[in-house]
């Protein structure tokens, strides 16, 4: 985004973008398990999320699982709070193409 990525910062882009269907946020520390809900309450026409390098866990992961309907393409690479289980059992209503890390994908 070229901005800190925040709630408020969330908010202004869900605002100006309600139907975005494809995300990337990759080497912030400013996003985490709450930025995530927030996403996933604001953002539900999101396809394809990419997240990189960011402190989530399971807990945001499972929010977004819940929250984004329309995902059908999730990438969480190098985010260390997260399990293999959480996004295997966040998809398994759709069919979504989940993947963590660069080497597994599922």
Do not use: W, Y
Request: net charge positive; hydrophobic share 35%; proline share 5%.
């Amino acid at each position: 985004m070229g901005i800190p990525e925040t709630v408020g910062s969330f908010n202004v882009l869900a605002s100006n973008c309600p139907a975005l269907e494809r995300m990337a946020i990759c080497n912030t520390d400013t996003v985490g398990d709450s930025e995530l809900v927030f996403i996933a309450a604001k953002f539900t026409s999101l396809k394809k999320l990419c997240i990189k390098n960011c402190p989530i866990s399971d807990t945001g992961v499972k929010s977004v699982g819940e929250g984004c309907p329309s995902l059908v393409k999730l990438k969480v690479k190098r985010c260390r709070g997260v399990t293999k289980a959480s996004v295997c059992t966040a998809f398994l209503h759709n069919s979504c193409d989940a993947q963590l890390s660069p080497s597994r994908k599922f």
